[in-house]
């Protein structure tokens, strides 16, 4: 049998028609269309997430709840890569009212196993109108907690925001009206670190206008001689503990702003000089500080105005 070979190539044929007959390799073919196709997909994708998410709704609902002619919608960013959560109000008229956050629950928090949450269409002001509480997180280390409270008449109403910061709660009193429960968080790492902040507590009640302070919720007994006694013992033992640049032990001034804000400010100036060590310079200066860092608080001015006429 003739066998025909190409002078250039070296392939053999069996008929001359062959030899300009051009070879396919159809699995290179592939492979380069392979080759081509992978960066173009690997492109394209997040390409076609952004475009598939820009083109759906922003929000997807999570939680539906209905009161009436009212509807609560707890809601959820749709697309995973974003972050953010929101609370819809819709009533039978006006326009909605929307809280958003990083974090957002209807009431005062996830609920417990036979428990309710707090302020979900609850009458929590004491107006005998219900109320929707919704609570926002902010995120980060140890920040930020709000409240919003929302009055659900026909047209829902923002009645109040309350910056909660590190935190806070709303328990419902004795005659059944929610107060909010906090800490006057303006004294956060004066002298001392977080940790050790004074945290005088204050509470807050609806006046039907605003959360003002409830003084009748803040004001105690003050304590026994021999209970301050000891406390003032147990500070002064603390200075010759203290190290580094700050000489005063912080337990000195949460002492004396407990005593402040439940209305005992004269004997906080007479634990100061109970509790300050003999011989230890630095007392004048500590009680200007104090007086200038208490000064700059809304909560004690307001404090201050409540119980001016006070004995």
């Known amino acids: 049998m003739r066998v025909l070979r190409c002078p250039e190539c070296g392939r053999e044929v069996r008929r001359e028609e062959d030899l300009g007959r051009t070879r396919r390799r159809g699995w290179w ?6 080759c081509l196709a992978f960066p173009v997909v690997l492109l394209s994708g997040p390409l076609l997430t952004r475009a598939y998410y820009a083109l759906m709704p922003r929000w997807k609902t999570v939680e539906r709840h209905v009161q009436g002619e009212t509807v ?13 959560e929101r609370v819809v109000i819709r009533g039978s008229g006006g326009e909605p009212v929307v809280v958003e956050d990083f974090k ?16 979900v269409f609850m009458d929590i002001t004491g107006e005998g109108v219900t109320d929707l509480l919704v609570s926002g997180f902010s995120g980060g280390a140890h920040c930020c907690l709000t409240y919003h409270v929302v009055s659900l008449s026909a047209s829902p109403v923002l ?12 328990v419902f009193a004795d005659d059944g009206v929610a107060e909010f429960r906090g800490i006057d968080w303006h004294y956060a790492y004066w002298r001392s670190s977080f940790v050790d ?21 803040m004001l105690k007994d003050a304590p026994a001689e021999a209970e301050l006694a000891a406390e003032a013992s147990r500070v002064r033992d603390a200075f010759s503990r203290m190290e580094g640049t700050e000489p005063v ?21 007479r634990f100061l000089d109970m509790a300050w060590p003999d ?3 630095g007392k ?17 001015r307001e404090f201050k105005n409540l119980t001016q006429d006070r004995p």
Not at 29 to 34: E, F, S, Y
Not at 159 to 170: N, S
């Open 29 to 34: 073919l592939v492979l380069a269309l392979v």
């Open 72 to 84: 609560v919608l707890l809601q959820q960013v749709r697309n995973p890569q974003d972050f953010g």
């Open 104 to 119: 957002v629950n209807l009431g005062d928090g996830v609920p417990t196993p036979g428990r309710a949450r707090l302020g």
């Open 159 to 170: 009645l109040a925001t309350i910056e909660a910061h590190d935190g806070g709660q709303f």
């Open 197 to 217: 902040s004074p945290r005088p507590e204050i509470v807050l009640r609806w006046d039907g206008s605003r959360y003002a302070l409830h003084l009748s919720g």
């Open 249 to 269: 032990p912080p337990a000195l001034g949460a002492w004396m702003l407990d005593l402040m804000y439940t209305g005992h400010e004269a004997l906080a100036w």
């Open 279 to 281: 011989g230890v310079e």
């Open 284 to 300: 004048d200066l500590y009680a200007a500080e104090l007086r200038h860092q208490m000064a700059g608080s809304a909560y004690w």
